[in-house]
């Protein structure tokens, strides 16, 4: 249990996603868990997309005693923008148009360096990744109501360049600008934001500073996000001061 102060977490907004419906690519992992915790305890009703059942039923296990009963797993395959685009039209059949989207996909790669990199890694922590982010924001983006939100997690490795992982790297500062061609192209429809994150706390990384963000900081991020009207902004939360700063320049 968290019981340090907090600044990241503030108790006004806690409700501000009470009853809205919030799709996210990427539930079941590290940071997405924290992500959906937040949202549930905030009374949001969230459709968690994945490639697997097995992926969402143990997410389903992780957050017992949560409100599990408005968390809905849509699983299917999130490899291809086809794919994406059916598990998009499942949550379009069984509920309709959603208030806000949250993309916490990814998967952590390093060791190589560029001349040292195989084909298959470059497909698959670059290619096939980059592919992830795109059919979400291709599938996600229309299924958002008018002035709803799309929030888009990162991590510091899409800006600043680390030894050996030239992969992440470089994926990670594609689907940042993916959300910046996703706001220009949605205009005023929709806000899109990304958050540019440091180390996090998370079940998959039980130990770590305390200035460091937990995964369910990071929804108490996502969630001031998508109750305020910032749009088209990247936004450093490199640690939970970093953050807390970057918050109050948008006056949050
Ligand atoms: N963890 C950290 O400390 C940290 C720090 C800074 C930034 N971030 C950012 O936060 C985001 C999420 O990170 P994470 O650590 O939570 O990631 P993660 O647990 O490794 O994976 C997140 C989700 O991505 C999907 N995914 C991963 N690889 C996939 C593949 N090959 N095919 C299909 N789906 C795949 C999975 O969804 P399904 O299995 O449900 O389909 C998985 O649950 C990333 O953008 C990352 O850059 C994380």
Known sequence: MDTEVNPVRAPASIFALHGKSVAIAGATGNVGEGVVRTLLRAG??????????????????????????????????????????????????????IDHAVVALGQWWQGKRVWEVPEEDFQRYFLDTMVLHFAAARALAPLVEEGGSYTVLAGLSAVTPLPGASLVGMQGAAHLMLARELQADAGERLRVNSLVLGFVRSRGRTSGKPSWLTADDVGHLVLRLAASRVAGRQIRADVKEVAERSLKELGL
């Open 44 to 97: 949001a009703k969230v459709f968690a997309l994945t490639r697997s059942e097995d992926r969402f039923e143990r997410l389903a296990r992780l957050l017992e005693g949560e409100r599990t009963e408005n968390l809905t797993g849509i699983a299917g395959d999130t490899s291809t923008l086809s794919g994406m685009s059916s598990l998009a039209a499942k949550i379009a059949a069984e509920h309709g148009p």
